[in-house]
């Protein structure tokens, strides 16, 4: 199973910093790599696929970037709502998700 | 609409069965990936099932041999059948769809919340 580790566990920032997270595999996974946003008692929503594809809607503030085993989530000025849980997720082989980064308000 | 709908979770005993299930509409869920995942609570997501088209399944070994996942195209509606629960079967259940067809999901329902206590 390719385990998938976040970090930090915790970010806290303010409105309108930078964020930027870390998602590391146990193997490379190639660019075989998601990024989805959870919010309190939602369903996550996916946000970033192959890496550094954003999905369908997803505002240009959100890049992803990385290969092989490391990859960055950035978040270049948070908004109000960009306050959430970010997992990874990779389908190289089988379908696994980091255990998430929450981003807190400071 | 777009949306997924998931039924049919509550309280169950350990060893019991239960079947959930993810009423699609806005698309239909016959001749695309969807799926099963999991949360239990505080904790991350967990992929459990996959049904992919031309009715193959894929199941995380945590279920597999309990859970069975199928599809009902006439109801666009996919199943979650899980018989011999366990207390670690304790989750919010989500359905997602795979409309690429390469594992990523792209469209969740709210979730279903399954727990499984004596």
Known sequence: ?106 | EVQLVETGGGLIQPGGSLRLSCAASGFTVSNIYMAWVRQAPGKGLECVSVLYTGETTHYADSVKGRFTISRDSSKNTLYLQMNSLRAEDTAVYYCARDLSGIWYFDLWGRGTLVTVSS
Do not use: H, M
Request: glycine share 8%; hydrophobic share 30%; aromatic share 12%.
């Open chain 1, 1 to 106: 199973e390719i385990v998938l580790t976040q970090s930090p566990a915790t970010l806290s920032l303010s409105p309108g910093e930078r964020a930027t997270f870390s998602c590391r595999a146990s193997q490379s996974v190639s660019n075989y790599l998601a990024w989805y946003q959870q919010k309190p008692g939602q369903a996550p929503r996916l946000l970033i696929y192959e890496a550094s594809n954003r999905a369908t809607g997803i505002p240009a503030r959100f890049r992803g970037s990385g290969s092989g085993t490391d990859f960055t989530l950035t978040i270049s000025s948070l908004e109000p709502e960009d306050f959430a849980v970010y997992y990874c997720q990779q389908r190289r082989k089988w379908v696994t998700f980091g255990g998430g980064t929450k981003v807190e308000i400071k």
